[in-house]
Every structure is written in C-alpha cells, then in structure tokens.
C-alpha cells in the first residue's frame, strides 16, 4: 500500500486523524487522555499551528489544525511519536502504537471547516450503541426511519458531558482553553456574534434529529480535500506528480540562536558568559527553553551551542524551567517579553507566520500586563495586513486604544474600499 500524501500548505486547514494499530486503544484511561490534551497544548505553542477542533476516542483521534508555517508533517509527527512513548513506558510495552502514517485532508477554509466540525464533534455518539451506527445514520439521513426523541436527547446529553472533544468549548458547557481556537469556526454559525453559540447547538441537534447526508460524510471523512472543486483540483494538481509537496518554494529564516542569545541578555541585563556559570540564574535555562521553542535545533545541537552541555542535561533545565514558571508569575512574565522579542526578530526575518503566531500567544496570555498585551495586538494586526487578512487586521487593531489607531483603521478601511 503506498503510503498517505503530504501536502504541507502555508497557513493551510486540515483534517487530521490517526488510529491505533489492528483498532487497538491509543486511549485507555483517563490519565492517557488527560496527557494527549497536554502534548496538544504543547504542539500549539511549539509549532505555532492552530487547533481549531478535536475530538478523542478509544482507538483514534481527530484533529482540525491549521499550519500558518506549512509545517503538519512536524508537528504531528511530533505529537504521535511523544504519545507512544509516553503510553508505551506507562504500559510497560514496546513497538508501535498507531496505524502507519496519520491521515491528513486538505480544507479551503473555515466556511468548510464548519460542517466538518460538526462531523468530527459527533464522533462520540456515532456508534451503533447509541443508535447512530452506519446503518441508521443511512437510513435516517434519507428519510427511513424517524430517529427517537429520546435517543437524540441521550446523544445530546453525552456529548454535553464528553471531557475529551472541544464541543463543549464550542457549546458553551464549558471555559474554551487558550490552545483552542473557536472563533472562526463559530463565526460561521450566525451573523450575530450572541447568537453563534446557540446557532452552533442548534445545528448539533440538526445532524442528530436528520442525521447526516451519506455523500456530504463520505467527503467529510474519505475525500482528498474538502472544498469547492477549484480548490480541490488546485490540490489535486499539486499532487499530481505523487511527490510529497511543501506549500513553501524554500525554508523559512528561522531566528538564530545567537539572536536568542541577545534577547536573553537585553531581558537579564546580563552577558552570556555570566548567567551560563550562574547556578540558579533563571537567564540560563530560559535561553534553553527559548532555542527549544523558537529553533529548529536539537538539545545535542543548543548543549553544544551553550557551551558544551550535555543533551540530557539540557532536556533536565528545560523541564525543570517549565515546571517552575508554570507557579511563578514573575517568569511567565519574562516568558511573554521573549515572545514578543523573538516575534520581531522573526519579523525582520520576513517570518511573518511565526511573529503573527507568538504575537497571539502574548495577546492570549493570562499574565501579560496590559500594556505588552496592546503592543501585541497593534503589532500582530500590522503583521496580518502585511499578509494580506484585512477583516482579521481590524479585528485586531480595534482592541487597541491609543489614538493613532483610529486613523490607521480609517486608512486600511479606505484600502478595501
């Protein structure tokens, strides 16, 4: 069998999902889906990609990401292989876990992101057990059989109370993580923003009561795109040649580790050669952290690059580093200042995926002082427009409250006119 097609698209959308070996569990407790909403957490702020949807089940996962720096194959790699090597210490096992490769869709955009976010929500209920087998869903979907009331309150009910999916999220039932993003999925559902919510709960309950349409779930879940067909024949000829396809023409300038060193120095008001012999001094394992983050290298690669360290012990200071800016306020600080930093040394670099990115990641941030918050804002918003997203551009400079930034969303308004 060949294997699957990758077509890595600079800020592409995506239908992502990855089984278990002969339909074995990749999810066996809780504990095992508590650490993969972790790894997702993490892949988010590593990759810089965007995680719009997901849902996890015993023996497969699904995921709705788009990848401003074109790189999927990556980060999911990444997030497979960290998975099984954490379960397979936990269960005392050995060898793979999933199925081959993992699936990747290529979706045009948020308004086809819609339907299939409803498809990927209603994985959960979508068995046999719940009324909701393959058959059924055939039959009510064209008008055979009349689904039960109580049955779709049932689904309704464990969908409402299922911890491992963002429908919750996006139901409203519960807080929307900092990793997630929902809005442009839920923008789709009314044109009144205190409506999309409810919008979004209602057309649930929809596929549930009519069920879903066998040609629309077939593109949903077996298609090679989803999409209108200019799109699907764009990707089609893209992967005409069965070569595995980049949407970049050449490697992004990522930022240097010698440019981390300087920001490093300008935050700690310290030389390299002090705070790498100071024991204790948080400016050494947060220049770790930062490489780990914002480069490309390996911990053999930033141990060397630090001045000979051992790999291991670089992976040991940057564990412990997280570990202890996740309770101290002061570090997470500092943690956005080196976000903002490395997002306008990616600028300057021509980055504009990776600053857009961490710019967010500062706006995001329960910590950031207001302030670093409204530089990010007015910052990211320069950055989208230079990209090319007006409606996203304004979006964000009107959370900015200096007065200067009426008049730039005059002009950029007179752009579009």
Same mark, same amino acid.
């Given at each position: 069998?060949?294997?699957?097609?990758?077509?890595?698209?600079?800020?592409?959308?995506?239908?992502?999902?990855?089984?278990?070996?002969?339909?074995?569990?990749?999810?066996?407790?809780?504990?095992?889906?508590?650490?993969?909403?972790?790894?997702?957490?993490?892949?988010?702020?590593?990759?810089?990609?965007?995680?719009?949807?997901?849902?996890?089940?015993?023996?497969?996962?699904?995921?709705?990401?788009?990848?401003?720096?074109?790189?999927?194959?990556?980060?999911?790699?990444?997030?497979?292989?960290?998975?099984?090597?954490?379960?397979?210490?936990?269960?005392?096992?050995?060898?793979?876990?999933?199925?081959g490769?993992?699936?990747?869709?290529?979706?045009?955009?948020?308004?086809?992101?819609?339907?299939?976010?409803?498809?990927?929500?209603?994985?959960?209920?979508?068995?046999?057990?719940?009324g909701?087998?393959?058959?059924?869903?055939?039959?009510?979907?064209i008008?055979?059989?009349?689904?039960?009331r109580?049955?779709v309150?049932?689904?309704?009910?464990?969908?409402r109370?299922?911890?491992?999916?963002?429908?919750r999220a996006?139901?409203?039932?519960?807080?929307?993580?900092?990793?997630?993003?929902?809005?442009?999925?839920?923008?789709?559902?009314?044109?009144?923003?205190?409506?999309?919510?409810r919008?979004?709960?209602?057309?649930?309950?929809?596929?549930l #009561?009519?069920?879903?349409?066998?040609?629309?779930?077939?593109?949903?879940?077996?298609?090679?795109?989803i999409?209108a067909?200019?799109?699907?024949?764009?990707?089609?000829?893209?992967?005409?040649?069965?070569?595995?396809?980049?949407?970049?023409?050449?490697?992004r300038?990522?930022?240097?580790?010698?440019?981390?060193?300087?920001? %490093?120095?300008?935050?700690?008001?310290?030389?390299?050669?002090?705070?790498?012999?100071?024991?204790?001094?948080?400016?050494?394992?947060l220049?770790?952290?930062?490489?780990?983050?914002?480069t490309d290298?390996?911990?053999?690669?930033?141990?060397?690059?630090?001045?000979g360290?051992?790999?291991?012990?670089?992976?040991?200071?940057?564990?412990?580093?997280?570990?202890?800016?996740?309770?101290?306020?002061?570090l997470?600080?500092?943690?956005?200042k080196?976000?903002?930093?490395?997002?306008?040394?990616?600028?300057r670099?021509?980055?504009?995926?990776?600053?857009?990115?961490?710019?967010q990641?500062?706006?995001?941030?329960?910590?950031?002082?207001?302030w670093?918050?409204?530089?990010?804002?007015?910052?990211?918003?320069? %950055? #989208?427009?230079?990209?090319?997203?007006?409606?996203?551009?304004?979006?964000?400079?009107?959370?900015?409250?200096?007065?200067?930034?009426?008049?730039?969303?005059?002009?950029?308004?007179?752009?579009?006119?």
């Open positions: 069998m060949s294997r699957p097609l990758r077509i890595d698209i600079a800020d592409g959308w995506y239908h992502v999902t990855s089984r278990g070996i002969e339909r074995r569990a990749i999810f066996e407790n809780n504990s095992e889906h508590k650490h993969f909403l972790e790894l997702l957490e993490e892949m988010v702020d590593r990759f810089r990609v965007v995680l719009h949807g997901h849902v996890e089940l015993d023996n497969h996962y699904h995921l709705i990401l788009q990848t401003p720096e074109a790189n999927l194959s990556a980060a999911i790699q990444w997030l497979n292989v960290s998975h099984v090597a954490w379960v397979n210490r936990r269960r005392n096992r050995v060898g793979p876990l999933m199925q490769r993992f699936k990747s869709i290529p979706v045009q955009n948020s308004a086809w992101a819609y339907e299939l976010s409803l498809y990927v929500h209603l994985n959960p209920v979508m068995r046999a057990a719940h909701l087998g393959k058959q059924n869903k055939k039959a009510e979907s008008g055979f059989v009349a689904p039960d109580e049955t309150t049932r689904q309704l009910a464990e969908l109370t299922y911890p491992w999916s963002s429908y996006y139901a409203g039932y519960a807080e929307i993580p900092k990793w997630l993003s929902t809005k442009d999925i839920l923008r789709r559902a009314s044109r009144k923003k205190d409506q999309c919510v919008s979004y709960r209602k057309d649930t309950r929809q596929r #009561t009519k069920g879903v349409e066998p040609k629309l779930k077939e593109r949903l879940a077996d298609s090679f795109a999409g067909e200019e799109f699907k024949s764009k990707i089609r000829k893209t992967a005409g040649d069965g070569r595995e396809i980049t949407g970049t023409r050449e490697l300038k990522r930022v240097s580790f010698k440019e981390l060193v300087g920001i %490093v120095e300008k935050l700690s008001r310290k030389k390299q050669k002090v705070f790498m012999n100071q024991r204790g001094d948080w400016a050494r394992p220049l770790l952290w930062t490489a780990r983050k914002y290298m390996t911990l053999k690669q930033i141990g060397k690059a630090a001045g360290m051992d790999y291991t012990a670089v992976a040991m200071a940057i564990k412990r580093f997280k570990e202890k800016a996740a309770d101290d306020p002061y997470r600080r500092f943690l956005d080196v976000r903002m930093e490395t997002a306008r040394a990616a600028f670099l021509k980055d504009f995926a990776t600053s857009e990115a961490l710019y990641q500062v706006t995001n941030s329960d910590k950031a002082p207001n670093l918050k409204e530089e990010a804002y007015w910052r990211q918003a320069f %950055v #989208t427009h230079k990209r090319g997203d007006l409606a996203k551009a304004l979006n964000l400079l009107s959370n900015v409250k200096r007065p200067w930034a009426k008049e730039w969303m005059k002009t950029w308004k007179d752009e579009a006119n």
